[in-house]
């Protein structure tokens, strides 16, 4: 049976559209299984009906023509269950239902297996026999693996929009996509999709006027490709046997015009641009590989596909057309880089499209702190289709539409302009500091890493830097900053925020923050090396960094402080401590007048938690890092989609954990904030602010909303409901019961907003 899936995934892979792809599996499945009837029927959204789309044994001229209600028979039975069903005979099952049309009433025994993509029921796949008797359990398990093969294939085809089913006549235009909100906001624009350099499968489709150019590209690309080969064997010529040198040779006719370049050339001649061709003609070659019985011949699609990467890239950097970026331009990318952020001039980016990645990670905090619509982690969205294609970007519900109607259009800028009406409408100066309605003052800062951050953060009201992402400019590089570069840097930061404090954390890459020139390369990254184990581990990175802040508050009016993050002991600290004094030390010896900064440390593992009164009494602070610590408290990677529903704010585990840190920092009368996305949540900032938080730090399109919440309600009521809180042990019903009170205060606007976010 592994040998049978095998070859039909292979098949399969190779087939042009659904419908192919259909009638192969029904077709190979009832030979595999020796069943005399093999059937597919899939789920047609527009009717809400169970459509009858290919089969072997049953009459084939109802395959289009016949459907189910989602409820009737037993196909509407196994879709219902969400399970196999298996009957020795279906005659008599209750929910059997005759169908004339399809022709399968001597057939008695019946396997039906759901088709399921992402919790949502596709389709059901049939096997029938004439025969009583039940599939044994081997049987099962084949099918139900080839329908998760299959689930693929049909999410795809309806994500292309290649999925036509015969009910509705004609292919679906317009097409929703879920994913996670990574940024709030709406936008609607341009596609332009970004690829990695010399990665041949996510090259995007692209059409080309002037074919002769393009093939000129093409043609250079391939022969820069066919010296490299050349010169490579003759390197190894006196180290090869001829046998094996001869592979040099079958790569070098590969690419001759009989073979690859010739049908790339003439698909490039079709309109299509080099690339795309390149993909298409490699990816056809590769699977014929692929599909070969013989192993050796197997393997020989990696040689094929490696080649193809070695021409892409000469085609890359032979190809010297400029990115044209079109007004509003939506950037779309298999995986969002900070990098990438950077790409688009400011005045025509819209909006970020990530098919990887979770609203939590990096680059999403990152979207949020620029104000740039973003939706994460789209894993149907099929990129290679739509560069330069219309789109709308939903980051408050995370949903991303392709090719939209008007109506759709129409829809969102209306949610575009009571945005914009409810910032207008929220009466709080940014001038004056945060008071609750029984004046309780809570301190308002500002999560920074971008110098475009300071004026919007500053006219929003920010009174101080609770998190200044120091590894932005390291990310934006393509080595380490010199300690001058960094100096230069920070001072213009700390100038712009003058007086006010500013909280700089020392280099925290590691995890989802990836250094180009200092790869870390782990199974498990976020439980690996990262944070102040990278630079603890390499004191010169350290020193060096610490030293640029220090000399940068050289004369500044404002208070610098430096912050250790991914702390998980006291030793980290101490070690810390010590290079900090050092530094401190060797500039006071130079003749440089600056004071000694304040040191904190970022509370984000449960080891750090359950220390804080140890960690707090070695340094002047802590700041909780609320996204970091959700994830380690609740085992959830914020960068899966997968699992980015339980990655939740208000769990009883993480509300706790929050508590006691507040109560271990207060109990040495020393400042305790938090710097996390849970800060800049309406909702949760009233319960932190009742823990006792001293400062809130968010990023700066979260301030005016958190405000605004915060002074419309009372200190003394935030406190009876962190009471009530403390005692439930059910994170959505403390959410909706924290929610509901916010609209009970008068702050559903601000609740409505966050919810879509």
């Not at 014929?288 to 197997?298: G, K, P, S, V, W």
């Amino acid at each position: 049976m592994l040998e049978v899936l095998r070859s039909v995934i292979q098949e399969v892979s190779r087939a042009g559209d659904l419908e192919a792809v259909l009638d192969i599996i029904v077709e190979r499945v009832k030979d595999a299984m020796n069943t005399e009837v093999c059937s597919i029927y899939l789920h047609d959204e527009h009717d809400e009906r169970f459509v009858f789309m290919a089969t072997r044994g049953l009459n084939t001229d109802a395959v289009g023509k016949v459907s189910l209600a989602l409820d009737e028979g037993l196909v509407g039975y196994v879709a219902e269950r969400a399970e196999p069903i298996n009957l020795e005979d279906a005659q008599n099952h209750p929910r059997n239902r005759f169908i004339e049309e399809v022709g399968e009433e001597p057939f008695h025994a019946f396997l039906g297996v759901p088709i399921i993509h992402h919790r949502k029921v596709l389709g059901v796949l049939v096997v029938q026999q004439t025969q009583t008797r039940r599939f044994d359990e081997g049987e099962e398990a084949f099918l139900i693996t080839l329908s998760a093969q299959l689930a693929g294939v049909i999410a795809h085809a309806e994500a292309t929009g290649s999925l036509m089913l015969t009910d509705t006549g004609k292919k679906r235009g317009s097409t929703r996509f879920l994913g996670i909100s990574g940024a709030s906001g709406v936008a609607i624009g341009t596609a332009i999709v970004s690829f990695p350099e010399a990665e041949l499968h996510e090259v995007p489709d692209k059409q080309v006027e002037d074919v002769e150019t393009e093939i000129g590209y093409f043609q250079s690309a391939i022969a820069a490709t066919r010296k490299e080969i050349s010169t490579i064997a003759a390197k190894l010529q006196d180290r090869l046997q001829p046998e094996e040198l001869a592979l040099f040779d079958a790569y070098l006719h590969m690419l001759d015009d009989s073979a690859i370049s010739g049908e790339v050339i003439a698909l490039i001649k079709d309109g299509e641009w080099a690339q795309s061709a390149l993909r298409k003609v490699i990816g056809a070659h590769v699977a014929n590989f692929d599909a070969m019985e013989d192993a050796y011949l197997r393997e020989r699609g990696a040689d094929v596909r490696d080649l193809g990467n070695r021409v892409l890239s000469k085609l890359q950097s032979t190809d010297t057309r400029v990115q044209v970026y079109p007004n509003d331009t939506i950037l779309v990318s298999k995986e969002l880089t900070p990098a990438d952020l950077a790409k688009v001039p400011r005045e025509k980016l819209a909006g970020f499209v990530s098919v990887k990645g979770s609203g939590k990670s990096h680059v999403a905090i990152l979207a949020e702190a620029m104000g740039v619509p973003t939706v994460m982690g789209v894993e149907d969205l099929p990129i290679e289709i739509l560069d330069e294609k219309p789109i709308i970007v939903d980051g408050f519900e995370g949903v991303v539409i392709t090719y939209p109607k008007e109506v759709e259009k129409k829809y969102y800028r209306r949610i575009i302009a009571e945005e914009a009406a409810l910032v207008e409408d929220i009466k709080v100066s940014g001038d004056q500091p945060c008071h609750t309605l029984d004046g309780h003052r809570v301190r308002l800062w500002v999560n920074t890493g971008l110098m475009t951050d300071v004026a919007r953060s500053l006219d929003r009201g920010a009174e101080g830097v609770g998190l200044y992402r120091t590894e932005v400019h390291f990310m934006m590089n393509d080595r380490f900053p010199t300690e001058e570069e960094q100096r230069v840097i920070y001072r213009e930061h700390l100038e712009a925020f003058a007086p006010r404090p500013v909280t700089m954390r020392t280099l925290d890459i590691g995890g989802d923050k990836a250094l180009s020139y200092f790869p870390i390369n782990e199974a498990n990254p976020f439980l690996g090396w990262r944070g102040i184990r990278v630079t603890l581990d390499h004191p010169e990175i350290f020193l060096s960094q610490v030293k640029a802040m220090i000399r940068a508050s050289e004369g500044i009016d404002s208070m610098l402080r430096i912050m250790l993050p991914m702390v998980s002991s006291v030793a980290e600290v101490d070690e810390a401590q010590r290079l900090i004094s050092q530094c401190y030390r060797e500039i006071i010896e130079e003749g440089v007048e600056v004071e000694m900064p304040d040191v904190g440390v970022m509370i984000e593992v449960p080891a750090a938690v359950y220390q804080a009164r140890d960690i707090i009494k070695r340094v002047d602070f802590l700041s909780v890092g609320s996204n970091d610590l959700i994830q380690y408290m609740l085992a959830v990677d914020r960068n899966n989609a997968q699992v980015a529903e339980l990655y939740q704010e208000f769990h009883p585990a993480v509300l706790h954990a929050l508590d006691h840190v507040v109560k271990a920092a207060h109990a040495e009368n020393k400042g305790i904030g938090i710097c996390g996305e849970m800060a800049g949540n309406p909702s949760a900032a009233v319960l932190l602010m009742a823990m006792g938080f001293d400062v809130l730090s968010m990023n700066s399109t979260s301030l005016l909303m958190v405000k605004h919440a915060l002074s419309n309600f009372e200190m003394s009521h935030a406190r009876e409901l962190l009471a009530s809180v403390l005692k439930m042990d059910n994170a959505y019903l403390i959410k909706n019961f924290i929610d509901d009170e916010m609209r009970k205060a008068g702050l559903g606007n601000v609740v409505r907003s966050r919810r879509r976010s």
